[in-house]
């Protein structure tokens, strides 16, 4: 299985984004798809994970209402909508996959894809 992380790119603050995080080597991938994210200067960080059965698990915080997961099972895509961003936000975001269940450890995941930058800014 491989991960292909897409969709970052330069926002301003308040706007929203859409990441993706494309499977292929599945042919239906069900798998725990979790989103981390590194900013500048800091170490890698959770976001949010969507599981096997979807169900979501936040690693945000008090943030968690900006944040949302999706799985679209026929493109083998999971997404990460973004909303009201910040430039706290600023980061590289990543994917990556374990089996069943979620982890806020990136360790846990096998499988990792390559990240996608996002930089908000005015």
């Known amino acids: 299985v491989q991960l292909q992380a897409s969709g970052g790119g330069l926002a301003q603050p308040g706007d929203s984004l859409r990441l993706s995080c494309a499977s292929s080597?599945?042919?239906?991938?069900?798998?725990?798809i979790g989103w981390f994210r590194q900013a500048p200067g800091k170490g890698r960080e959770a976001v949010i994970c969507?599981?096997?059965?979807?169900?979501?698990?936040y690693y945000v915080g008090s943030e968690k209402d900006r944040f949302s997961i999706s799985r679209d099972n026929a493109k083998n895509t999971v997404y990460l909508q973004v909303n009201s961003l910040k430039p706290e936000d600023t980061a590289v975001y990543y994917c990556?996959?374990?089996?069943?269940?979620?982890?806020?450890?990136?360790?846990?995941?096998?499988?990792r894809g390559q990240g996608t930058q996002v930089t908000v800014s005015s």
């Open positions: 080597g599945l042919t239906r991938d069900t798998g725990a």
């Open positions: 990556a996959r374990r089996s069943y269940l979620c982890s806020p450890d990136l360790i846990a995941y096998p499988v």
């Open positions: 969507i599981n096997s059965n979807n169900i979501v698990s």
